[in-house]
């Protein structure tokens, strides 16, 4: 069974904005909301125009994002490529999600 090496490097983290960073400094839609579990950016997912979560996982090599639109109880190691599951290790978010779709 494949296993990520990357969980014990998984933290709690505060959200860096209010929506995905960037693309609310830019005006620009997102479609889902991903967190990254070492530092808090707040970042859209890979089906949103501008993909900036992996945009900040090859800027940082920061390995772990949680599904954070609302918290969904998942994540994503781009490392080894696998699901994990958060339990009950989601992050809250800070206040209201703006909508684009």
């Keep these: 069974m494949d296993e990520c090496r990357h969980t014990r490097d998984i933290k709690d ?14 005006g620009s839609p997102w479609v889902h909301l991903r967190i990254c ?12 125009p501008n993909r ?12 772990i994002i949680e599904g954070y639109d609302p918290p969904e109880g998942w994540g994503w190691c781009y490392v080894d490529e696998l699901f994990i599951d958060l ?11 703006p909508r684009f779709y």
């Design 52 to 63: 900036h979560a992996t945009k900040h996982f090859q800027a940082t090599r920061h390995p």
């Design 13 to 26: 983290v505060t959200p860096s904005a209010l929506g995905c960073e960037e693309c609310l400094k830019i």
């Design 87 to 97: 339990g009950d290790r989601t992050t809250a978010q800070n206040g209201p999600i």
């Design 37 to 48: 579990r070492s530092c808090g950016h707040v970042g859209c997912c890979d089906d949103s």
